[in-house]
């Protein structure tokens, strides 16, 4: 069903495109508060009005518009990169050591290898340029919903620092992996696979790494004496730069941003530009998962739906069992190992990021599906994955009893009664001599006027006694 309502609105030039914008804002807004309503994450409801407002029911943007705004997703990547970096402070990567490295490396390539296998060997017609992709995604997790529990119930312990841990060092190993499997990819296509044409993309991400930390240095030095909004566009201009810039070698801005944000958190030791940033894009973010659900294509959806739903099973128990078998090497306590992969389903912002670009490299008649699978599969994570973390914190012990039902009682007062006004207390009562001296007005030390020409010797300000102060 596509009713082409935007042909009531089309022709009007620069007003075209402006009110396809607003149509977007507005819609991303209205059920991102439906979602909330429904305690699920804002992306679910971005992508949900994409759906809505797609050419698959509504069809309220013009697909010229939408093509022309692809650029979009380069910056939001850049953007959702640049967040990630400052996780990696070079006191939480000693403190962590290699047993958080360890464990992020089995669960992650596990997932992939896992999607990998199951999706070439069961879907031969889609080819294993997808299925390749398709691992590489599965490797990424979104850390959003996690932390928003952790701080919900202000959960503690190994548990907690493991897992937190894991989930930013997750979309490194993401970013990498989607790195070689798109290099290898794109020479697959060309029909023979040249060691040269893998070696090139791999230079430029490396080359991109040099920039990225050098421009964490020269922020650094820019940032000396500006005020915030000097700062804001600094760091927006350079997250542009650098994303355009690798849009012109045909390679994710993902790495390169992710080492500006860790380079700049480094050496400046400063996160509130990472505040000032994340005030500012949360219109384009909207945009681009908006985005992401227009061009969700349901013409192939049994096709969809029977990928997807593999996906979806086999990246869960790669997480899972990569996570255990990771603990358990690195003689991690029985919570952790038993609970760590359940907190690691939620799959979002990096993920959605990468299956554009998968959709970009492969052929347009699977390219669709391949971008489709991510957004299904991602809105079903988001669903899930508060649960499920939930459920990992409270077996683990990280959420105690005291802070379950505190919260729980939280909740219900807020839902369910009036909030109680303190009862004001009456003031003492005064002996005469006290009422007296508080009436009569006390000498001042100072009197302002008697500076000012023509001298002045009226009072007109009054000083209390130092009791009655």
């Not at 061009?295 to 255990?324: C, E, P």
């Not at 809105?379 to 012990?397: H, N």
């Not at 379950?404 to 004001?424: C, I």
């Amino acid at each position: 069903m596509s009713l082409k309502l935007y042909e009531y609105y089309e022709g009007l030039g620069g007003a075209t495109i402006l009110i396809a914008i607003a149509i977007m804002f507005l819609a991303g807004f209205l059920f991102s508060r439906i979602t909330k309503l429904l305690k699920l994450p804002n992306v679910t409801g971005y992508i949900l009005s994409g759906i809505l407002i797609g050419p698959f029911v509504l069809d309220l943007v013009s697909p010229t518009i939408l093509s022309n705004m692809s650029f979009l997703s380069d910056l939001a990547l850049g953007f959702i990169a640049f967040g990630v970096g400052k996780f990696f402070k070079k006191e939480v990567i000693k403190a962590t050591g290699g047993r958080v490295i360890l464990i992020t490396l089995m669960e992650a390539l596990l997932a992939g290898i896992l999607v990998t296998v199951v999706i070439g060997v069961c879907f031969p017609s889609l080819g294993w340029n997808f299925a390749l992709l398709l691992g590489a995604i599965a490797t990424a997790t979104a850390p959003a919903s996690t932390l928003m529990t952790i701080k919900e119930f202000n959960a503690k312990g190994e548990f907690v620092e493991t897992l937190l841990s894991v989930v930013a060092l997750d979309d490194v190993v993401c970013l990498l992996a989607f790195t070689f499997a798109s290099s290898l990819v794109e020479a697959l296509e060309k029909g023979s696979v040249n060691i040269s044409e893998i070696l090139l993309p791999i230079g430029y991400n490396l080359l991109f790494l040099v920039i990225g930390f050098l421009a964490g240095l020269l922020l650094k030095v820019l940032m000396k004496g500006r005020s915030p909004n000097s700062r804001l566009i600094l760091a927006v201009a350079f997250i542009s730069l650098i994303s355009g810039a690798c849009i012109l070698l045909n390679i994710s801005p993902l790495l390169s941003c992710m080492v500006f944000g860790a380079s700049y958190v480094n050496f400046a030791k400063d996160e509130k530009i990472f505040r000032y940033v994340d005030h500012f894009s949360p219109p384009i973010m909207l945009l681009f998962f908006v985005m992401s659900g227009m061009n969700m294509d349901f013409s192939s959806f049994m096709t969809i739906g029977l990928v997807g739903v593999i996906y979806f099973a086999v990246r869960l128990i790669g997480k899972y069992f990569g996570a255990y078998f990771g603990a358990l090497i690195t003689k991690s306590e029985k919570k952790t190992r038993i609970y760590l992969g359940f907190a690691l389903a939620p799959q979002a912002g990096v993920a959605i990021g990468l299956a554009f670009m998968g959709q970009r490299m492969l052929p347009s008649s699977i390219g669709d599906t391949f971008l489709s699978i991510i957004l299904c599969s991602s809105v079903l994570y988001e669903m899930i994955g508060p649960v499920l973390a939930k459920t990992a914190l409270v077996k683990s012990g990280a959420i105690s009893k005291e802070a379950l039902e505190s919260g729980k009682k939280k909740k219900e007062e807020t839902m369910f009664s009036l909030p109680v006004l303190p009862v004001p207390e009456e003031p003492p009562v005064k002996s005469a001599e006290e009422e007296k001296t508080l009436e009569e007005p006390a000498p001042l030390s100072h009197d302002w006027r008697k500076e000012r020409r023509g001298g002045y010797r009226f009072q007109i300000a009054r000083q209390r006694n130092d009791k009655y102060k």
